[in-house]
């Protein structure tokens, strides 16, 4: 009697969520709801609404009026160029990482089977594993004037193109670890598994009967590639952009770590809201990533790369 009257509310409460699975489902789900409404998209709208503030030039206190006056002194000619500075390594990363990373999927997705595959997932997901800031830092070594990079350039004797390439003044610094060149290494190499997985998924589901009918009809295997393969697997290229460009758009570690005095996005804020304490500037400069990545995710959805994530 006393085990019927313990199970009887358990199976009272079952029962009355079998009959409204409606209650179910919002009981499962309000609280990583209520986590990202509260914490995620409450933090955007206090950023948002810290970005129509302003600062007190003569207190340096934050003066807290509605006022586009900050958002204004992202027109400026300085911001502009930091804003478009770091818009072009987004998408020269994105860029890069895709040409690299569309052959290892492609070959993955083809050719590679059992053991072979298994080995292609370790080889591209191990880096991932190990710490951000121990490979950032273990890449600022090898890109050094004393790095590897730079003793098998003078082995070769070719450490006169390297000294070339140095001084041109759009990717030029002292060494690698303080150019645009070895920051544009350093994205490239620690973002490159995100374009990797989904090129390869993209690339799995090109259904082999459509290759060999391509073939049958007469086509050579670059128009096949061109009318065939690149279209049905673009919708992952664009998938694994939506991860190289978002995060290379905000990351300020690297430009911190490796590169030169040249600010992008991330790092002008992480100095706004440290040493100058201008957080309303702050606010309005990440408000800029956040818009370019809606435009992008818009276009994004529109050539279905949200299937192929």
């Known amino acids: 009697m006393s085990a019927l009257a313990t199970t009887a509310p358990r199976g009272g409460l079952s029962d009355f969520f079998y009959r409204n699975s409606g209650l179910l489902t919002l009981a499962l789900l309000l609280p990583p709801l209520l986590w990202i409404g509260i914490v995620y998209l409450g933090s955007l709208l206090a950023l948002l609404l810290q970005s129509f503030y302003s600062l007190d030039e003569f ?57 072979w595959k298994a080995l292609f997932y370790l080889a591209v997901m191990m880096p991932l594993w190990s710490s951000y800031l121990v490979k950032v830092y273990a890449w600022k070594l090898i890109l050094a004037k004393e790095g590897i990079i730079t003793w098998v350039a003078d082995k070769l004797h070719v450490g006169w193109l390297l000294d070339a390439l140095l001084s041109l003044p759009v990717i030029g610094g002292s060494s690698l670890s303080f150019s645009y060149i070895g920051t544009f290494i350093v994205f490239v190499y620690i973002w490159l598994p995100y374009m990797i997985l989904p090129t390869q998924a993209a690339l799995e589901r090109v259904p082999k009967n459509f290759i060999e009918a391509s073939a049958d009809l007469g086509a050579s295997p670059r128009q096949t590639f061109r009318t065939v393969i690149l279209p049905l697997a673009l919708p992952g290229v664009i998938a694994g952009s939506i991860f190289t460009f978002s995060l290379t758009l905000g990351d300020y570690i690297i430009p911190q770590i490796v590169g030169n005095s040249r600010p992008f996005i991330g790092t002008t804020v992480y100095a706004l809201q440290g040493t100058a304490g201008d957080i309303p500037l702050a606010a309005a400069f990440t408000v800029v990533p956040v818009v370019i990545m809606g435009i992008y995710l818009v276009i994004a959805r529109r050539m279905g790369a949200f299937d192929a994530l």
């Open 59 to 115: 207190s340096g206190l934050i003066v807290h009026e509605f006022t586009l006056t900050t958002y204004g002194h992202l027109f400026t000619a300085t911001n502009l160029t930091i804003i478009l500075r770091t818009a072009v390594m987004a998408a020269v990363v994105t860029i890069a990482s895709a040409m690299l990373a569309f052959p290892i999927a492609y070959y993955a997705a083809r050719y590679a089977r059992g053991g």
